[in-house]
Nanobody, 125 residues
Framework: QSLLKESGGGLVQPGGSLRLSCAAA?????????IGWFRQAPGSEREGVSS????????EYADSVKGRFNISRDNAKKTVSLQMNSLKPEDTGVYYC?????????????????WGQGTQVTVSS
């Protein structure tokens, strides 16, 4: 059983929107972890997109998505969402959610201990 599972990916036209969700397994104490969203395009390194602290009080965004993406969490429902608006072709990639016990993990991938399997996002006309 995966501890984290992403959903919500798909094919969307430029300018469109998608909402990704990261759901934690029932045994996983999501409220104890900072959560990050990362993406990886073919031939590229994994890139940090956004993160949120365990309480939801601190959020961080990559410059490339500021003003377009919004991260949120519902600890009671054990989910973290990434609302993606005004999507661009360069947003294409596999999106992963990850969990870290380090509240300062931010967008640094090696600070994250648990990873989902990813969901594909394709922005194309």
């Amino acid at each position: 059983q995966s501890l984290l599972k992403e959903s919500g990916g798909g094919l969307v036209q430029p300018g469109g929107s998608l909402r990704l969700s990261c759901a934690a397994a029932s045994i996983f104490p999501l409220n104890a972890f900072a959560i990050g969203w990362f993406r990886q395009a073919p031939g590229s390194e994994r890139e940090g997109v956004s993160s949120i602290s365990s309480s939801g009080g601190y959020k961080e965004y990559a410059d490339s998505v500021k003003g377009r993406f919004n991260i949120s969490r519902d600890n009671a429902k054990k989910t973290v969402s990434l609302q993606m608006n005004s999507l661009k072709p360069e947003d294409t990639g596999v999106y992963y959610c990850a969990a870290s016990t380090n509240w300062q993990a931010g967008l640094v991938a090696d600070q994250y201990d648990y990873w989902g399997q990813g969901t594909q996002v394709t922005v194309s006309s």
